[in-house]
């Protein structure tokens, strides 16, 4: 785990504003009748606006500069000619390169009235990282945020994905270490002052499975059933959890 200096995560920080701020701006934006395609130009453009750079494109050979995944789709979904509609539940998952610090958030968005199931898998979802996040303080250790997100979704009939988990993030977009979302109290590594996460609960109306389309980059919940993403990073100091990513006020 590599530890950042408070200059450090003050620069991570003002990345992390970026990320916020076009976020917000891209969710409000996800409305029934707007093509994915259009999310991703304006999130692209509202970045480099901020002297920022995208950081999804062109990683790993990402097309994108948000990743725009609807209803079924859990991550990963590649903006294109698709037109939300109302009832869609949309996980817009989004990150930028500013001074060579990275910062990275997720949030899902629902578009128009959706049915009371989505709402509720939405709301698990979000409330799923608040507990994470509360988890986030020196001494404790990695088990202890997934256990809280497992500990709060399951019984509400949800299921956490488990190909997919969170990360240490800083000069690079992803750093050790891996944040699971399901574990155990007390296992994995110490969780210290200085460390910068990025937390992020995926969690499946149905079961946990997903599978990947052709495309090579949207993964899907195998089962066709609803799933949510939230996601924030925070850095760890000796008061606790500090969240970067929240919008202004």
């Known amino acids: 785990m590599e530890l950042k200096t408070p200059d450090e995560i003050a620069r991570i920080g003002e990345a992390c504003r970026v990320v916020a701020d076009v976020l917000g701006e891209v969710a409000r934006a996800a409305q029934a009748g707007v093509a994915t395609a259009e999310l991703d130009r304006l999130a ?11 950081a999804f494109k062109g990683y790993l050979g990402y097309p994108a500069s948000v990743c725009v995944s609807v209803n079924e789709e859990v991550v990963h979904g590649i903006p294109g000619p698709r037109v939300l509609r109302d009832g869609d539940i949309v996980g817009l998952d989004f990150g930028v390169s ?9 949030v899902t968005v629902e578009v128009g009235r ?12 979000r409330d799923a990282l608040a507990r994470a996040l509360a988890e986030v303080r020196p001494g404790a250790r990695l088990g202890d945020i997934g256990a809280a997100v497992q500990a709060h979704v399951e019984p509400l009939g949800f299921s956490v994905v488990r190909e997919f988990v969170g ?4 000069r690079r977009l992803h750093e050790p270490p891996q944040v699971p979302n399901f574990g155990k109290r007390g296992t994995g590594g110490r969780i210290r002052a200085g ?10 109306a149905g079961g946990p499975d997903v ?20 996601e924030h ?8 959890p500090l969240v970067l990513t929240l919008p202004a006020g």
């Open 195 to 204: 460390l910068v996460l990025a937390i992020e609960p995926m969690v499946n």
């Open 233 to 240: 990073t925070v850095a760890v100091t000796e008061e606790g």
């Open 211 to 230: 599978r990947t389309l052709e495309d090579g980059w949207t993964a899907v919940t195998s089962d066709g059933a609803l799933s949510a993403h939230f």
């Open 167 to 170: 990360h240490g993030i800083g």
């Open 98 to 106: 500013l001074g060579g610090f990275f910062g990275d958030a997720a």
């Open 44 to 54: 692209e453009a509202r970045t480099l606006e901020r002297g920022a750079v995208p």
């Open 114 to 125: 959706v049915e009371p199931r989505a709402r509720r898998l939405v709301a698990a979802t």
